[in-house]
């Protein structure tokens, strides 16, 4: 029995460069509601979920407090127990309310920071193959940078939720064509 509701489409949001955080031309992408973690141990569902889908370097904490981005990997954050509102797209983004069983799919660069959580908040992480993550916090020199190695991200083969037809890889290539 599959743990995701097989057509299940993720909302998408693009949020413009601000000149301190990049983000990207490439959706950010939410599934809410995807992943059924109503079960003792909602971490090793998701992580199941994002191994088997090719996303591996998964790690299990929060979302950090202070404003950050990813500049040389794309970036799968599944929420396994409680819930949070989490600011994506640097200060003129949105700030949305993730719970568990949601996924965010960051592009390279795309902001995000913690506003609140319970307690019981948890988040599995997870990247597609390529170099390590790297947290970068929005500067001028940084944000320079980043301008250069953004570009540079691999597209990723499968959408950490729905494999190698998932939504991700249709949306991911139009945007980049």
């Known amino acids: 029995m599959s743990v995701v509701s097989a057509d299940i489409e993720p909302l998408t949001f693009v949020f413009e460069d601000d000149g301190l955080v990049p983000n990207n031309p490439l959706p950010f992408l939410v599934y809410k509601g995807a992943v059924d973690v109503a079960n003792d141990h909602p971490e090793k569902t998701i992580e199941g979920l994002f191994g088997a889908n090719g996303w591996g370097a998964m790690w299990r904490n929060g979302v950090y407090d202070y404003l950050h981005y990813h500049s ?3 970036e799968a954050l599944g929420v396994a127990r409680g819930s949070a509102r989490v600011q994506f797209g ?3 983004g949105q700030a949305l309310e993730i719970s568990a ?3 965010a799919i960051l592009p390279a660069g795309t902001g995000h920071q913690l506003i ?3 307690a019981d908040f948890c988040v599995v992480g997870a ?3 390529g170099p390590p993550m ?3 916090r929005p500067t001028p020199e940084n944000h320079a940078k980043a301008l250069k190695t953004i570009p540079e991200v691999k597209l990723p083969k499968t959408d950490p ?3 190698e037809d998932g939504p991700l890889v249709r949306l991911w290539k139009r945007s980049r064509a």
């Open 72 to 74: 040389t990997v794309h």
């Open 90 to 92: 640097g200060d003129a």
């Open 101 to 103: 069983g949601d996924v």
């Open 116 to 118: 609140s959580a319970s």
């Open 127 to 129: 990247y597609p193959p």
């Open 134 to 136: 790297q947290i970068t």
């Open 161 to 163: 939720v729905r494999g």
